[in-house]
């Protein structure tokens, strides 16, 4: 079965550096999505990316972060100027159509910052 | 406000025993609904979608109460291995379209007992 992959399972940065998350969804797949999950927290949505650009975002998706798809299989999450806060799993994922459709999570990458 | 929400648990089961939960959702407008499951420190997994008709697979057994606005999921013949975070997602879009209308619910946590 297709899987959606992240890299790296686990980054230890230091506050004030910039990391980069990356993801490989499934091919055939149209729809991509970044979630993080602070320990002990719920599953929050970050941003959605369509057709080579975002779709929908949220509040917690400031001018810290951003998303790019650079080839024709990786979409990658940076996140600028990290805080201690920003510490917790980002979940990418994608599905075959938007809306509706259930999506399929990647296994995550724990990002700590110290 | 968007909320999803959900008993957070735990529920401590025996095996082979029977086992409900609800979520309740905000936005009567919502339009699809997901039951996920997630272990500990993993990415959450989809269990089934939420049919307005009620839907079963297997053990689970899924409803959507529209006139009260919660969902339920019932695990039958409860096995070892279903302890695991249940989360209850929905789609707060009217319209059905957009990822930021997937808002999860914190999840209620089952432990079955053997």
């Known amino acids: 079965e297709p899987e959606v992959t992240q890299t790296p399972s686990h980054q230890v940065t230091q506050m004030g550096q910039e990391v980069i998350l990356r993801c490989v969804p499934i091919?055939?797949?149209?729809?991509f999505y970044w979630y993080r999950q602070i320990l002990g927290q719920k599953v929050e949505f970050l941003v959605s990316f369509y057709n080579n650009e975002i779709s929908e975002k949220s509040e917690i998706f400031d001018d810290q972060f951003s998303v790019e798809r650079p080839d024709g299989s990786n979409f990658t999450l940076k996140i600028r100027s990290t805080k201690l806060e920003d510490s917790a799993m980002y979940f990418c994922?994608?599905?075959?159509?938007?809306?509706?459709?259930?999506?399929?999570f990647g296994n995550g990458t724990r990002l700590t910052v110290t | 406000r968007k909320e999803v929400e959900q008993d957070p648990g735990p529920f401590n089961v025996p095996e082979g025993a029977t086992v409900a939960f609800n979520c309740t959702y905000s936005n009567s407008a919502s339009q699809s609904f997901f039951w996920y499951r997630q272990d500990c420190r993993k990415e959450p997994k989809l269990l089934m979608s939420v049919y307005s008709s009620g839907n079963e697979d297997g053990r689970f057994t899924a409803q959507l109460n529209r006139a009260s606005q919660y969902i339920s999921l019932l695990i039958r013949d409860s096995k070892l291995s279903d302890s695991a975070t249940y989360l209850c997602v929905v789609n707060m879009r009217s319209l059905g379209g957009g990822a930021d209308g997937l808002t999860f619910g914190k999840g209620t946590h089952l432990i079955i007992q053997p």
């Open positions: 091919s055939n797949h149209l729809y």
């Open positions: 994922a994608s599905s075959p159509q938007g809306g509706n459709s259930p999506l399929h």
